[in-house]
T-cell receptor, first 109, second 113 residues
Framework: DAKTTQPPSMDCAEGRAANLPCNHSTISGNEYVYWYRQIHSQGPQYIIHGLKNNETNEMASLIITEDRKSSTLILPHATLRDTAVYYCIVRVFNYQLIWGAGTKLIIKP | ETGVTQTPRHLVMGMTNKKSLKCEQHLGHNAMYWYKQSAKKPLELMFVYSLEERVENNSVPSRFSPECPNSSHLFLHLHTLQPEDSALYLC????????????FGSGTQLSVL
């Protein structure tokens, strides 16, 4: 079973920041948090991952709470092309990813 | 374009047919994967190959038979499938097994009649 909980859907206005929450209250000390997204009719795409520090790359920022029981993926300026299902996954390094249902993010013009 | 190409994009087959799905990666990766994505269900890992050797087989029925002739190509041979096998079949690759970043193809949408 997936070890994360995400809202099933969210809306965000184009140009605004999209903040996607994820709860992983049973996360262990050596488990990483990963985010992928899946745009309709495509395979999943890696976005970002982290262990305990906040991370940022060209696609997004990942904010992990100090107790590591939850995290937020931030898309700073959402565009219509960011409409997708976003998956939050926790994984021990070298073990397979366990996928959940994700959050369907709809960006509205 | 992720560097992982799957063919065909769509496939319709009868329960008595034999067909194969093909995956090719141009990224120089050593690990390749088959995933199944059924409607309204999470992605399920089916098979993992590392340097052409199968390292994981997640209790997949024998009517699905993978083949990895080299590190760039992966096949999934299908025979006597059931309607419940209809799903999106996704191929992925990574630098090595356990690497944090998987690169996925666009998948083959399979319908079994």
């Amino acid at each position: 079973d997936a070890k994360t909980t995400q809202p099933p859907s969210m809306d965000c206005a184009e140009g605004r920041a999209a903040n996607l929450p994820c709860n992983h209250s049973t996360i262990s000390g050596n488990e990483y948090v990963y985010w992928y997204r899946q745009i309709h009719s495509q395979g999943p795409q890696y976005i970002i991952h982290g262990l305990k520090n906040n991370e940022t790359n060209e696609m997004a920022s990942l904010i992990i709470t100090e107790d590591r029981k939850s995290s937020t993926l931030i898309l700073p300026h959402a565009t219509l092309r960011d409409t997708a299902v976003y998956y939050c996954i926790v994984r021990v390094f070298n073990y397979q990813l366990i996928w959940g249902a994700g959050t369907k993010l709809i960006i509205k013009p | 374009e992720t560097g992982v190409t799957q063919t065909p994009r769509h496939l319709v087959m009868g329960m008595t047919n034999k067909k194969s799905l093909k995956c090719e990666q141009h990224l120089g990766h050593n690990a390749m994967y088959w995933y199944k994505q059924s409607a309204k269900k999470p992605l399920e890992l089916m098979f993992v190959y590392s340097l052409e050797e199968r390292v994981e087989n997640n209790s997949v029925p024998s009517r699905f038979s993978p083949e990895c002739p080299n590190s760039s190509h992966l096949f999934l041979h299908l025979h006597t499938l059931q309607p419940e096998d209809s799903a999106l079949y996704l191929c992925a690759s990574s630098q090595q097994t356990g690497d944090e970043k998987l690169f996925f193809g666009s998948g083959t949408q399979l319908s079994v009649l």
